[in-house]
């Protein structure tokens, strides 16, 4: 009895034992939390952990490197230390050492890495196990040692690596993701030759893409893709501020239709209806009414039209433009041209990273335009288009998607462009607010532009002439609201005449970069069948 009471209490004080030393193994593996307030403090802290939720402690006066620079020798030589913050690209831990690849701003990245140093086995072991515990696509923050006589092509930064010796995660991405930025970033024609092999890389559907666009963002090329949408909106006001013209800003709710035919947002407006403007063009006519001869607005465009195609949104970015003009509205074609001709050469000249890395997933090549506008009269049109088998009826009809390809593949052929005009269209497919042509009223002063045989904009002089405006309306079966009324009683008040042309962002850049739809084009995209994220 006594026998197996003393065996018991053995088997106890084992156990405890055992349990102690766990715990004690435990506590020294805990990494804790790091709480980084001083770059003079930096010694007392752990060299490993995750970053307690950055909330403005304090300014702790590191001094953070953009991966971009690592390469500058004089300004970062070899054996210095740098702080990087960057995003998680990819991390392999095997045995005692461990890789990782930063990136920064969708383009830059670079290696770093961490051996078990014989030294200090223990403080090894703890690194390698917080790096374990590092997921894909966190943000981290990383003091880093620069190593020479790299060769690392699979990074942007080649020839140099970053030793590790502090690495902290600021915000960590869950463990898994909707897909991996890698899977993202592959040209289909990458994916397609993938299909045959014992390997094949997973083919990412546009909804997946569109409902998780945040990451779908991060890839290199579609993030290139939104700095080119800003370099357009850019270059657009550039060539404009240079041609005499000021920025404007108009009403997007207003209490009626500001175009006819087309599909209207509604809205309650305290017990009124008012609708989301479909373009600024009542108030921008109305700003030449002010005598501000030439004025241009960047603004959203809402469209509550039910096309489900790879060119159309029901909200985008509209560049539009109006001007006083002296005799014709060619006065305004020409400053359209100049300012697609200054968009087109900056985005070669000043944006080439962006392009190359953008043509590197979606194969483009770059557009072709002329000295002079090109433009193309209507009846013109019409005979290229029967000549190519197309059925137009009596001429008086839009152009459908088809027409227009063909259309601009002519031009392309006879005057070696991708971006031309096409004027003189039918009144009776154009607003109400479109000059009728002075010698045959069944066409108009209007005109469209195209990019790669689809259309971009859409403008015409103006009629300025208030019973000429209730004419057209009369005749289109238009009742005139009280937004109209305001509009036509600038008129009434004296106006001079005019021109100009809506134009549609998202449009400009998914046809100048050659991408299959639209919504590439878009930040966060809205069409019938979408009004999230």
């Known amino acids: 009895m006594m026998y197996r009471a003393e065996k018991e209490r053995q088997k106890a004080e084992n156990k405890a034992k055992q349990e102690e030393k766990l715990a004690q193994e435990v506590e020294a593996n805990r990494i804790e939390n790091v709480t980084y307030l001083s770059f003079d403090e930096q010694e007392n802290y752990n060299k490993m952990g995750d970053m307690t939720?950055?909330?403005?402690?304090?300014?702790?006066?590191?001094?953070?490197?953009?991966?971009?620079?690592?390469?500058?020798?004089?300004?970062?030589?070899?054996?210095?230390?740098?702080?990087?913050?960057?995003?998680?690209?990819?991390?392999?831990?095997?045995?005692?050492?461990?890789?990782?690849?930063?990136?920064?701003?969708?383009?830059?990245?670079?290696?770093?890495?961490?051996?078990?140093?014989?030294?200090?086995?223990?403080?090894?072991?703890?690194?390698?196990?917080?790096?374990?515990?590092?997921?894909?696509?966190?943000?981290?923050?990383?003091?880093?040692?620069?190593?020479?006589?790299?060769?690392?092509?699979?990074?942007?930064?080649?020839?140099?690596?970053?030793?590790?010796?502090?690495?902290?995660?600021?915000?960590?991405?869950?463990?898994?993701?909707?897909?991996?930025?890698?899977?993202?970033?592959?040209?289909?024609?990458?994916?397609?030759?993938?299909?045959?092999?014992?390997?094949?890389?997973?083919?990412?559907?546009?909804e997946l893409r569109l409902d998780n666009r945040w990451m779908d963002l991060r890839t290199p090329a579609n993030n290139a893709i939104m700095r080119i949408q800003s370099a357009v909106c850019q270059l657009f006001r550039e060539s404009l501020y240079s041609q005499g013209f000021m920025e404007i800003h108009t009403p997007k709710l207003i209490a009626g239709?500001?175009?006819?035919?087309?599909?209207?947002?509604?809205?309650?407006?305290?017990?009124?209806?008012?609708c989301l403007a479909q373009s600024p063009q009542l108030y921008k006519q109305m700003a030449i009414s002010a005598d501000m001869e030439r004025v241009f607005e960047i603004g959203p465009v809402f469209r509550a039209e039910n096309s489900n195609t790879r060119r159309h949104l029901c909200e985008f970015t509209g560049l539009d433009l109006e001007m006083a003009i002296k005799d014709h509205y060619m006065e305004t074609l020409e400053v359209i041209h100049k300012c697609f001709v200054h968009i087109f050469t900056g985005l070669e000249q000043r944006y080439a990273k962006e392009l190359s890395v953008i043509r590197e997933q979606y194969h483009s090549e770059p557009l072709t335009f002329t000295e002079e506008p090109c433009v193309v009269h209507w009846p013109d049109a019409q005979e290229i288009l029967k000549e190519k088998g197309f059925d137009v009826g009596?001429?008086?009809?839009?152009?459908?998607?088809?027409?227009?390809?063909?259309?601009?593949?002519?031009?392309?052929?006879?005057?070696?462009?991708?971006?031309?005009?096409?004027?003189?269209?039918?009144?009776?497919?154009?607003?109400?607010?479109?000059?009728?042509?002075?010698?045959?009223?069944?066409?108009?002063?209007?005109?469209?532009?195209?990019?790669?045989?689809?259309?971009?904009c859409s403008g015409a002089q103006r009629c300025h002439d208030p019973e000429l405006v209730q004419q057209m309306l009369a005749k289109k079966g238009i009742e005139p609201g009280e937004g109209l009324k305001s509009y036509i009683s600038s008129f009434q008040d004296g106006v001079s005449p005019h021109a100009g042309a809506g134009i549609g962002l998202e449009r400009v850049v998914f046809l100048y970069l050659g991408l299959d739809n639209v919504r590439k084009a878009s930040m966060f995209p809205r069409d019938p069948n979408r009004c999230t994220p």
């Not at 006819?260 to 309650?268: E, L, P, Y």
């Open 53 to 206: 939720l950055v909330m403005s402690r304090s300014r702790t006066n590191r001094q953070f490197t953009d991966i971009a620079d690592l390469e500058d020798s004089e300004k970062y030589p070899i054996g210095s230390k740098v702080w990087v913050r960057g995003r998680l690209q990819s991390i392999r831990v095997k045995g005692g050492s461990c890789f990782i690849v930063l990136r920064q701003n969708s383009f830059h990245t670079v290696q770093a890495l961490f051996f078990k140093d014989k030294e200090d086995p223990d403080g090894s072991k703890k690194m390698l196990n917080y790096l374990k515990t590092l997921t894909v696509e966190s943000i981290v923050d990383l003091e880093g040692r620069i190593v020479g006589d790299a060769n690392v092509k699979s990074c942007s930064v080649q020839t140099i690596e970053l030793s590790i010796e502090r690495i902290h995660a600021v915000s960590k991405a869950q463990p898994q993701l909707p897909f991996l930025v890698e899977d993202a970033a592959r040209s289909e024609a990458e994916v397609e030759a993938s299909q045959s092999t014992d390997r094949p890389f997973p083919r990412l559907g546009q």
């Open 257 to 274: 239709e500001s175009e006819s035919g087309a599909g209207v947002f509604t809205t309650d407006y305290f017990g009124t209806t008012a």
């Open 394 to 456: 009596d001429g008086m009809g839009d152009l459908n998607g088809a027409m227009e390809l063909a259309l601009g593949e002519a031009v392309k052929e006879k005057y070696g462009t991708d971006f031309f005009m096409l004027d003189k269209y039918p009144s009776q497919i154009r607003p109400f607010y479109t000059m009728p042509d002075p010698v045959d009223d069944r066409f108009s002063n209007s005109y469209d532009m195209f990019i790669r045989g689809l259309e971009i």
